[in-house]
């Protein structure tokens, strides 16, 4: 099955810096790759994603690069701020038959933004 | 998007007894369900998938008589956890994926305490 890695567990940045947190799955047939932001105690909140057909989405701050040859894919988060403070987790899943398609996640990033 | 509603939010029971978990999708008819347990600081793991109508699909080390997964409806799944012991102690959290996207939703998770 699906394995997801995540790379690295915690990360602390000044403010205004960036932020990158990298992923890499196993399942080459896996083709949607979202990321989820999670506050503690929260349920999980989907903050962009990417389709094996794109090699790279951005919205406002936040950007996403995907490598389907290396199975690598990445997140990136320019000018931070304190309320980026939280656990982000990568994950795949095969989009192709979209409502059946289980989500695995990878093992989470702290990040911590110190104002 | 889809609107996911759990209960409870908290529960606290005795080891030894069981607890049931409600998942409900609010405005779709989801045929499938995925139900994620998660530890503390831990990332979200996929217990199983359950189907409306016939037996859900439990991952590989998931205790399929412990966790009693009944998806009788298209709006709802429930999750029994029976007989209950204090390493049942987690926080457990349903998902859906709308057919029209491949975005996963969450509902707002249930944080089980076994005394």
């Known amino acids: 099955g699906e394995n997801v890695e995540q790379h690295p567990s915690t990360l602390s940045v000044q403010e205004g810096d960036s932020a990158v947190i990298k992923c890499t799955y196993s399942?080459?047939?896996?083709?949607?790759f979202p990321w989820y932001k999670q506050e503690l105690g929260k349920r999980p909140q989907l903050i962009i994603d990417i389709r094996s057909n794109v090699g790279e989405k951005k919205d406002q701050r936040i950007a996403v690069t995907l490598n389907k040859t290396a199975k690598h894919f990445s997140l990136h988060i320019t000018e931070t701020q304190p309320e980026d403070s939280a656990v982000y987790f990568c994950?795949?899943?095969?989009?192709?038959?979209?409502?059946?398609?289980?989500?695995?996640f990878g093992p989470g990033t702290s990040l911590s933004v110190i104002p | 998007g889809a609107v996911v509603s759990q209960h409870p939010s908290r529960v606290i029971c005795k080891s030894g007894t069981s607890v049931k978990i409600e998942c409900r999708s609010l405005d779709f008819q989801a045929t499938t369900m995925f139900w994620y347990r998660q530890f503390p600081k831990q990332s979200l793991m996929l217990m199983a998938t359950s189907n409306e109508g016939s037996k859900a699909t439990y991952e590989q080390g998931v205790e399929k008589d412990k966790f009693l997964i009944n998806h009788a409806s298209l709006t709802l799944s429930t999750l029994t956890v029976t007989s209950a012991h204090p390493e049942d102690s987690s926080f457990y959290i349903c998902s859906l994926r709308d057919r029209l996207n491949t975005e996963a939703f969450f509902g707002q998770g249930t944080r089980l305490t076994v005394v």
């Open positions: 994950a795949a899943s095969k989009g192709r038959s979209a409502s059946y398609d289980k989500v695995i």
């Open positions: 399942d080459s047939a896996s083709n949607y």
